[in-house]
């Protein structure tokens, strides 16, 4: 029974590593796609954040909300900082750390 329990749970793991790398693949190679008239590239999603709002960009539809009632001395800060998930806390702390000089 216990080797049961191994088996499914490796299963599990492979499974959600196969999809988050294949799902990883996949935007990356959509990310660096060109256009072959023009030779631009085709950006699939892009975020700009700005002091008091931030603009999200997805193909060609685009969202503009204010950030400002989360600053990092409200409540409003920690409430989203304890409901983002990890990885998007981990990739986050990444991309801020390869943005500095050292």
Known sequence: MQRKKKKTALKAAFLYLLLSGGSWMFLNSYANSC???SGENIV????AVFDDSASIEVLDHSLDFGISGIRPESKTYCAAYLLVPDEVRAAAYLISLSGTDS
């Not at 699939?44 to 975020?47: R, V």
């Open 44 to 47: 699939p999603a892009s975020i």
């Open 35 to 37: 256009n072959r008239l």
